[in-house]
């Protein structure tokens, strides 16, 4: 049975992979950040939506500069990766852009060792070198 963080990933995943598809049709015939935007609008009307809905909105006042500062920069990295990745997928295939797109997942371990502290096992490490080869397997047109 799947714990309740590794339901939420898999949700993640497949989600990600409609967002691709999705993307890649909605982009066809606009520029790709224009489409970004348009993304990005429906997010913040779903996201207020449930913010709302749930009464969490008392909680902005709660949050520390700290996190403010750090939740900034992490929206400003996701726009940067949206803009990017629009783009890509604007000029290439889907099933190819979204391997390599998924290098954040490598990077995501290398970053959280060398900046977080955190430990990865020797098992850990073949599992991101596979999934970096797998990537550039997928996205690789030979």
């Known amino acids: 049975m799947l714990q309740t963080w590794q339901l939420w990933a898999v949700m ?4 990600a992979a409609l967002t691709a598809i999705f993307a890649k049709v909605g982009v066809e015939a606009i520029n790709s950040d224009l489409a970004t935007m348009v993304r990005t609008v429906v997010i913040l009307v779903i996201v207020v939506g449930i913010v709302a809905a749930s009464g969490q909105f008392g909680g902005l006042a709660t949050i520390s500069t700290r996190s403010y500062v750090f939740l900034a920069l992490s929206g400003t990295a996701t726009g940067a990766s949206w ?38 096992s020797a098992p850990n490490w073949v599992g991101v070198a596979l999934i970096g080869a797998g990537a550039i397997l997928v996205a690789y047109k030979g």
């Open 83 to 120: 803009l990017c990745y629009f783009r890509a997928l604007k000029m290439g295939d889907a099933a190819r852009v979204a391997p390599i797109d998924k290098l954040s997942v490598v990077l995501v371990a290398v970053f959280g060792v060398l900046f977080l502290g955190e430990q990865l």
């Open 12 to 15: 993640a995943a497949v989600f």
